[in-house]
């Protein structure tokens, strides 16, 4: 039976068979607003009752039309961006690491960077619009490498709306409800809603875990660990299979979890590279070490607190609850962060391997400042031990070579400028905290030869700043206006 995404009432973000929604939206309920995304779902549920039950009529049918024209006609060039966009007077951060170039054309031709020129020496065409951006600085679309999006319970269009008009134009999404984030993620890439583009991954975890909340919460209609996105594997499980299942959620990669031998994790990184997928992987799954995880053959490490297992040489637990809530809390003591020496093997065998470290440390940052037991097991001054503990480790990180992705965790609502404010406080330029946060986490989920950097022939994906956040991180803030593919949306500002 066809799944289609609910937005109707209490039951946003979930998905339903029209069946479902027969029961939760009311015939004939759409209004006038031909774009809205309530309404195209709605409708879409009319449009079946319709071909299925033809005596039902409704006005949904010209609200479809009206919209399918629209789409139409932004693919045809005749929507809201020029075919040639000239943005003139500028200053370029291109994201790739390089100093910022000042006075500068970026020239934009159906939504795709045609060039990057000296403005003195280059004259605009005949028929482009030219925006002369004269005091503004521009940075790629940013990038947050860490979201949990389905974990939002609020409306999901409003959260990325929001995100995109902070100057996120692509996530990646590392553990949730696929059907959700398969269609969040078509309607993205289709101009269907305002919202980044979506990356999304299946979780592979052991037994231990399928009884997590948050398995049962993103696996609602399977029995925990049975879904394709968020399965239980085992050394019986039939691993061509499980990976296929995953691959045909829309998953770009796999990340495993947790409850996992390393011999297992190794037969999993070889079955998803064969089947063309990324595998990122907590930087402990517990009870395998950062080192052995690496040795595993994965392509990214995720979480620089869960690093802190590298420094034990002795048996790690077995499950998360037991690595996470009682072992790990016990090792954040107030010396741990001299700890970070012991890292360099792991982050020159990293940096070696192109194995990119994804930072996510706001979640220290933000839990060190809360009441205690937010997370079992934890205190808020554990919290704080473990923030200066990754401080030291993200630097020495960096001083290895290793690519640092930016990502906040949680469920997108933490602008991603919080993670790379913290990430120049712990000893990155700005120039570096913006490559972790465009270029460096376009290149971690496959995407880097078309997205992350302000680049001759990749997508014209980029946010004007009013302020040079060279100077300063803070400014990354400042955001003026931000173009997702050569169309423009105004900033709501990243509070």
Not at 259 to 279: F, N, T
Request: aromatic letters at 6%; charged letters at 20%.
């Amino acid at each position: 039976m066809r799944i289609i995404y609910s937005r109707a009432g209490n039951h946003a973000g979930v998905l339903r068979t029209p069946l479902e929604m027969r029961r939760i939206v009311p015939l004939g309920s759409a209004s006038s607003a031909a774009g809205s995304g309530r309404n195209r779902v709605r409708c879409t549920h009319q449009l079946w009752l319709n071909m299925r039950y033809p005596h039902l009529r409704s006005s949904c049918v010209a609200v479809l039309v009206a919209f399918a024209l629209a789409l139409n006609a932004r693919a045809q060039g005749m929507g809201d961006a020029p075919q040639t966009l000239v943005l003139k007077n500028v200053t370029v951060i291109d994201g790739t690491g390089a100093p910022a170039r000042p006075g500068q054309v970026v020239v934009v031709e159906n939504g795709v960077i045609a060039g990057v020129h000296p403005a003195d020496t280059w004259e605009a065409p005949d028929g482009a619009e030219v925006v002369d951006l004269s005091g503004h600085f521009v940075i790629p679309g940013m990038i947050n490498g860490h979201v949990h999006l389905t974990a939002h319970r609020g409306d999901p269009e409003a959260l990325l709306s929001g995100m995109l008009r902070q100057g996120v134009t692509a996530v990646r999404d590392l553990g949730g409800d696929t059907r959700t984030l398969a269609v969040l993620a078509r309607d993205a890439r289709l101009g269907m809603i305002d919202s980044p583009n979506i990356y999304f991954a299946a979780n592979f975890f052991g037994p231990a875990f399928a009884s997590d909340p948050r398995v049962r919460f993103s696996s609602m209609g399977y029995e925990p660990g049975t879904a394709p996105w968020a399965q239980t594997i085992t050394d019986e499980v039939d691993l061509a299979l499980a990976v296929a299942e995953a691959r045909g959620t829309g998953a770009t990669g796999l990340k495993l979890y947790t409850s996992l031998d390393q011999p297992l994790l190794g037969r999993i990184v070889e079955e998803a590279h064969r089947q063309g997928l990324k595998v990122w992987a907590h930087a402990t799954v517990f009870p395998v070490a950062p080192r052995n995880v690496l040795a595993a053959g994965v392509d990214g490490l995720e979480h620089t607190f869960l690093l802190l297992a590298e420094n034990h040489n002795g048996q790690l637990p077995t499950t998360w609850a037991a690595g996470f809530h009682e072992w790990l809390p016990g090792q954040a003591t107030p010396g741990v962060a001299g700890s970070s020496e012991a890292l360099a093997p792991l982050f020159a065998e990293m940096a070696a391997r192109d194995v990119h470290l994804g930072t996510t440390l706001h979640i220290s940052h933000r839990l060190a400042r809360m009441e205690p037991e937010v997370e079992r097991g934890w205190s808020p001054s554990a919290w704080a031990n473990q923030e200066a503990w990754e401080c030291k480790a993200t630097k020495a990180a960096r001083d290895a070579g290793v690519a640092l992705v930016a990502g906040t965790d949680f469920d997108g609502s933490i602008p991603i400028q919080a993670e790379m404010e913290l990430l120049v406080g712990c000893g990155l330029t700005p120039l570096e905290a913006i490559t972790a946060a465009t270029l460096a986490a376009a290149e971690a989920i496959g995407v880097g030869e078309r997205l992350g950097s302000i680049e001759p022939g990749k997508v014209a994906d980029l946010v004007v700043l009013s302020s040079d956040p060279t100077d300063n991180i803070l400014n990354v803030r400042n955001v003026i206006r931000v173009m997702k593919a050569g169309r423009w949306y105004e900033s709501v500002g990243a509070e």
